[in-house]
Each structure stands twice: as structure tokens, then as C-alpha cells.
């Protein structure tokens, strides 16, 4: 099945604590699959508890299922969405050289529509000007500009002014530079959301949260500090490590960091809902499952996809 189904890859998407790397591994393992992540957090190595990266999910009855795209940069660089699709097209290459088949997973809309769509990207240097001109905006002036452009304005992981600044950075040399011409390969996807009822998945998120703070989520964070990240760096990245950070260095008591950041992760999931739905208006198919539904029955329907293709 997997060398004649015309499609290429499968992606499983969904909101945070949807469960959608659980489906994603236990799909790979059945189809002789790799996983290639699609999390603009997961990419750091150290940040484990903060991302979310459940490596212990890879495993499945006994098999290690190989992953792409996790522990690939120190925490403290600036990963960008260029760099995403560059590195996903080398682990899909690699991926189909070997016979096996792509899996990607993940919940970062950006970086999935930047493959999936085929965007033109290049490595956007930095903008001293325009960094100038926006210095003194607010979060919320500067998601008001994001918002302007067309394509790409990231509304999933701007939570943070840097990030915002930068994001504004690359539009705008997209907008200056119309021309610009990247060979990729072809994909011809099969998308699968898992979709969560939103009580269930507020429910998780709190639950999830509170289990990593217990695990040691904030000894993490200290842990990145005292190898010489500044903190600034560590708030760039947004959720966990903008609020751990926050506490870490005696900005918010810990109550005031649970209770922010949970808000926050909240407020995110819904912003990828969102930005999924984006997708579907913008003519991508997702065939959406119900998290509630047994994950084997639910493989066994994405199989059976595959197969009808044919």
C-alpha cells in the first residue's frame, strides 16, 4: 500500500493535548511510517517538558518509531519557518529513499502551511529600518500589522513582541521580493485532524499542565538559564517558557504563573483551531476524527483512505 497509494505523505494535525502524536505513531508503526514534526517548539533540545515532546509516545508495542525535526537546534536560537520547510523537505526526501513513509505531525499551522502550500522561502535577513519603526508598538499594534498581509501572517505562535517584530520582518520582504523562484517536491497529502470536543481539551490542557509542573518543568527553564540563555531568549519562545521564565526570574509569584499560563495555552489551542479552519477555507481537505474515538479504529479509517485511493 504504501509504495502505490498515490499519496505521499499523511499529516495528522489538531490543537494542543488533542492527542494527535499518539494517532501519528501508532499510524507510522502500522505503515511502515516516520514521523517528521511539525511543532515550532520541539525543534529545541533541552526544552522537553516546556514543548511537550513525549518521546515515550515514539514508542510502539516495543518498536521505536523514528522521528524528524525534534533536538535539532540549542535552545536560545531564533529556528525559523525558512528553515522549517527546508529541513522538512530533506527528512521527506530521506524519508521516501529508504521505502518508508511520511508521517507529519504537529500543531503549528504556519509551518504546515508553509510546506503543504509550497510558499516560496528563503532566508530573510534581518531589517534594521523597519526593526526601528516598530520599536515602542504594542503586541497588539503589531498583530494588527501581521494581520494586513495576505499570506503567512503567523496569528498561531506570535505571543511575544520579538516574535512579532520578526514575523512582520518576513512579510515584508516577501512583499518587496514577489519573484523569488523554489524548486520543491510534489506532495499529494492525506490530512487527518484530530478534532476535540473544547471542554475535553481544556480539561486536558489543565490536567497536562499541572502533571509537567510536577514533573519539573520549572527546574527545566532554570536549568536552560543557568547554561548562559538569557532570558529574553527564553521568553521569545512564548507559553511555558515566556511565563516559566517570568517566575524563574522573580517576575510572577507561581500562582500568577499557573494562572497566566494556562490562560495563555488555552487561548492558543483555540488560535490554531482557528488557523486549521483557515486552511479549509483556503481549499485544503482535512478529514476531521473525533479524539473521543478508539485511536485503532481510528488508524484503521486512515488506512483504509490510503488504500481507496488507489
Not at 505531525?105 to 510558499?119: D, K, P, Q, R, W
Not at 512579532?164 to 516577501?174: F, G, N, P, Q
Not at 532570558?231 to 516559566?244: A, F, Q, R, T, V
Request: aromatic share 10%; hydrophobic share 35%.
Amino acid at each position: 500500500m504504501k509504495k502505490m497509494s498515490p499519496y505521499n505523505l499523511v499529516v495528522v494535525l489538531g490543537p494542543t493535548a488533542s492527542g494527535k502524536t499518539t494517532l501519528a505513531t501508532k499510524l507510522a508503526h502500522k505503515i511502515d511510517g516516520e514521523i517528521i514534526s511539525a511543532d515550532s517548539r520541539q525543534v529545541y533540545r533541552n526544552m522537553d517538558l516546556g514543548t511537550g515532546k513525549d518521546l515515550d509516545d515514539y514508542i510502539v508495542d516495543g518498536t521505536q518509531i523514528p522521528y524528524h525535526l525534534i533536538d535539532i537546534v540549542d535552545a536560545g536560537y531564533k529556528y525559523n519557518v525558512y528553515e522549517y520547510q527546508t529541513d522538512f523537505f530533506k527528512a521527506f526526501e530521506d524519508i521516501k529513499s529508504r521505502g518508508k513513509f511520511p508521517v507529519m505531525c504537529g500543531g503549528t499551522g504556519m509551518y504546515i502551511e508553509a510546506v503543504l502550500s509550497h510558499f516560496k522561502m528563503v532566508h530573510v535577513p534581518s531589517n534594521p529600518e523597519l526593526r526601528k519603526s516598530l520599536e515602542g508598538k504594542s503586541l497588539e499594534e503589531l498583530t494588527q500589522i501581521l494581520s494586513s498581509f495576505k499570506k503567512l501572517h503567523n496569528k498561531t505562535d506570535v505571543d511575544t513582541i520579538k516574535r512579532a517584530i520578526r514575523s512582520i520582518e518576513i512579510e515584508t520582504y516577501y512583499m518587496d521580493n514577489p519573484t523569488i523562484e523554489v524548486e520543491l517536491p510534489e506532495l499529494n497529502p492525506l490530512i487527518i485532524g484530530v478534532d476535540i470536543d473544547r471542554e475535553l481539551r481544556r480539561e486536558k490542557i489543565t490536567r497536562r499542565l499541572k502533571s509537567r509542573l510536577e514533573e519539573g518543568m520549572i527546574d527545566e527553564v532554570k536549568s536552560i538559564l543557568d547554561s548562559g540563555v538569557h532570558p529574553d531568549d527564553l521568553i521569545y519562545y512564548g507559553l511555558e517558557y515566556k511565563y516559566l521564565t517570568l517566575h524563574a526570574i522573580g517576575k510572577l509569584s507561581y500562582n500568577e504563573m499557573f494562572e497566566k499560563l494556562n490562560i495563555a495555552i488555552h487561548q492558543f489551542a483555540k488560535r490554531q483551531m482557528t488557523w486549521f479552519r483557515k486552511m479549509e477555507r483556503s481549499g485544503f481537505n482535512i478529514h476531521w476524527m473525533d479524539a473521543k474515538d478508539p485511536e485503532d479504529e481510528r488508524v484503521r479509517e486512515i488506512i483504509t483512505m490510503l488504500e481507496q485511493a488507489l
